[in-house]
């Protein structure tokens, strides 16, 4: 099966895009994975779907893979590159559309300096909808995490988050902790897990080690998950620039009950074909 596909990248966050609005793809997870893999494959941290309206309400539907072959819910970063994405191959000549995914709708807007701007939706903080399994709904939780205890922030953007704070990101532990917590039996579909550095209250520095794809040099719900957990916790006040590995998103939010917006930037890479088994 030949596979046409756009190499693109939200801020060095990679992915593969397959228009499938003309005809279906059939994606195994061990499809995704030959195709997420950077030495065997094209390689990409996350596979994005590019899939025709199944509701008279929205303009695509949006389908998420991480490079370990799973689906997800929402991807911050890939948004940005979706609305690129089908303006630049003529599937739409509006510059704000409105896409279904998994975990609802999100509307991204391609603005005039070439930026990008999502309104991702309300972040969810209920433990069980995130999923988080805890007995509070307290802001700031203690999680164990081997020998440490961590005080977390749970946060669904449609997809679960688990944001601590820390000193500095470059010497947090990311790599080796991130795992863990990913994997963690407290959050029963796993997690993304996020360091946030608070520079000043419009400032931070973060890292995610990202659920399916290890750490990322940016992650668009991570960032917007990261916000919110900050303001909830009185750090951040909206809006606030948020310095990923990659470079720079900007993230804002009013408060519980209202969506997060986000804006940074798209880039189409290359074009490319690729036989798959
Ligand atoms: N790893 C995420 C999906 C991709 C999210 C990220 N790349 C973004 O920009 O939001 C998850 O399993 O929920």
């Given at each position: 099966?030949?596979?046409?596909?756009?190499?693109?990248?939200?801020?060095?966050?990679?992915?593969?895009?397959?228009?499938?609005?003309r005809?279906?793809?059939?994606?195994t997870?061990?499809?995704?994975?030959?195709?997420?893999?950077?030495?065997?494959?094209?390689?990409?941290?996350?596979?994005?779907?590019?899939?025709?309206?199944?509701?008279?309400?929205?303009?695509?539907?949006?389908?998420?893979?991480?490079?370990?072959?799973?689906?997800?819910?929402?991807?911050?970063?890939?948004?940005?590159?979706?609305?690129?994405?089908?303006?630049?191959?003529?599937?739409?000549d509006?510059?704000?559309?409105?896409?279904?995914?998994?975990?609802?709708?999100?509307?991204?807007?391609?603005?005039?300096?070439?930026?990008?701007?999502?309104?991702?939706?309300?972040?969810?903080?209920?433990?069980?909808?995130?999923?988080?399994?805890?007995?509070?709904?307290?802001?700031?939780?203690?999680?164990?995490?081997?020998?440490?205890?961590?005080?977390?922030?749970?946060v669904s953007?449609?997809?679960?988050?688990?944001?601590?704070?820390?000193?500095?990101v470059?010497?947090?532990?990311?790599?080796?902790?991130?795992?863990?917590?990913?994997?963690?039996?407290?959050?029963?579909?796993?997690?993304?897990a996020?360091?946030?550095?608070?520079?000043?209250?419009?400032?931070?520095?973060?890292?995610?080690?990202?659920?399916?794809?290890?750490?990322t040099?940016?992650?668009?719900t991570?960032?917007?998950?990261?916000?919110?957990?900050?303001?909830?916790?009185?750090?951040?006040e909206?809006?606030?620039?948020?310095?990923?590995?990659?470079?720079?998103?900007?993230?804002?939010?009013?408060?519980?009950?209202?969506?997060?917006?986000?804006?940074?930037?798209?880039?189409?890479?290359?074009?490319?074909?690729?036989?798959?088994?």
């Open positions: 099966m030949k596979l046409r596909f756009t190499k693109m990248h939200g801020l060095g966050n990679d992915f593969v895009v397959i228009d499938a609005t005809a279906p793809v059939d994606l997870p061990a499809r995704v994975k030959a195709i997420a893999d950077r030495h065997f494959g094209v390689g990409c941290d996350q596979l994005l779907v590019v899939e025709p309206a199944a509701r008279p309400d929205v303009d695509f539907r949006y389908r998420i893979f991480n490079a370990d072959g799973g689906e997800v819910e929402q991807c911050g970063n890939g948004a940005r590159c979706f609305v690129r994405f089908v303006h630049d191959k003529g599937l739409t509006k510059a704000e559309i409105r896409v279904e995914t998994r975990s609802g709708i999100i509307a991204p807007r391609l603005r005039a300096d070439g930026l990008v701007t999502v309104d991702m939706g309300v972040p969810e903080l209920a433990p069980a909808k995130v999923p988080f399994v805890s007995d509070s709904d307290a802001v700031v939780q203690p999680l164990q995490v081997g020998g440490d205890t961590v005080a977390i922030t749970a953007m449609g997809n679960p988050h688990a944001v601590q704070v820390v000193a500095d470059d010497a947090a532990p990311v790599v080796e902790q991130g795992a863990r917590i990913e994997r963690h039996e407290r959050f029963p579909a796993r997690v993304n996020g360091f946030l550095q608070v520079v000043d209250a419009h400032e931070v520095r973060l890292r995610v080690f990202e659920r399916g794809a290890g750490e040099l940016a992650c668009g991570g960032a917007c998950a990261a916000v919110v957990a900050g303001i909830l916790r009185g750090l951040l909206t809006p606030v620039r948020v310095h990923t590995r990659g470079g720079e998103l900007e993230i804002a939010w009013d408060g519980p009950g209202t969506p997060v917006r986000m804006t940074g930037p798209a880039v189409t890479v290359f074009e490319g074909e690729m036989e798959l088994a």
